[in-house]
């Protein structure tokens, strides 16, 4: 089983270059999350959906931007790299009316 | 949202209980508590769920305060597949899930 999906899981940046990290899920689940962690530290919620089409931000949302074009996938996406975006990025999706949501097993991004 | 107080870490002996604190006086009434670790160099995983009664899985157990102010996250016989940091959440809307710092669980062999 899938599950939650996470790529790319390794990637380096160059200060002020763009990417997008990809969250796909196979369990057509409503609800997406992206989260951050920094080293010794919980998580931080940076966007969520709730459904395909609809975004909102989290705790920590600057210098981020989402988008939710198909149900079963959230985009990540960094317009300008800065290294304080250095950080293990999760991705997480749950069932409306759950009470579990499911994380991916990380993308490792390192910005110098 | 509601605050979560756990001790930054505990340790515990293989084969042994292993009792998990969390505080959460802030918490409403209709709230409920989640309970997921993460192991190391992995995302977060499900352990466990309530909101007022005392609940049983096959990972572990999970007492609730009669007052909701506190509950417990108990480890029946832990083993050394069991050390990793332990997240105390009570529920937001939207299902979002607050992460604190956690309580890091050290299991010795």
């Known amino acids: 089983n899938a599950g939650v999906t996470q790529t790319p899981k390794f990637r380096v940046l160059k200060t002020g270059q763009s990417m997008t990290l990809l969250c796909a899920q196979d369990?057509?689940?409503?609800?997406m999350y992206w989260y951050r962690q920094d080293p010794g530290m919980g998580l931080r919620l940076i966007h969520y959906?709730?459904?395909?089409?609809?975004?909102a931000k989290g705790e920590v949302p600057d210098g981020y931007n989402v988008s939710r074009l198909k149900k079963q996938n959230f985009l990540l996406g960094l317009e300008s790299a800065a290294p304080s975006q250095t950080s293990v990025y999760f991705c997480?999706?749950?069932?409306?009316?759950?009470?579990?949501?499911?994380f991916g097993e990380g993308s490792w991004l390192t910005v110098v | 949202d509601a605050k979560t107080t756990q001790p930054n870490s505990m340790e515990s002996n293989e084969e042994e209980p292993v009792h998990l604190p969390c505080n959460h006086s802030?918490?409403?009434?209709?709230?409920?508590i989640h309970w997921y670790r993460q192991l190391p160099s992995q995302g977060p995983e499900y352990v466990i769920h309530?909101?007022?009664s005392n609940v049983n899985n096959r990972m572990a157990s999970l007492a609730i305060a009669e007052d909701r102010k506190s509950s417990t996250l108990i480890l029946h016989r832990a083993t050394l597949r069991d050390a990793a940091v332990y997240y105390c959440?009570?529920?937001?809307?939207?299902?979002?899930?607050?992460f604190g710092k956690g309580t890091l669980l050290t299991v010795n062999p």
């Open positions: 997480a999706s749950g069932r409306q009316g759950a009470n579990t949501i499911y």
């Open positions: 369990m057509n689940h409503e609800y």
């Open positions: 959906s709730v459904g395909e089409g609809t975004t």
């Open positions: 802030t918490i409403s009434g209709t709230d409920y």
């Open positions: 309530g909101l007022t």
């Open positions: 959440i009570p529920e937001d809307s939207n299902y979002k899930l607050t």
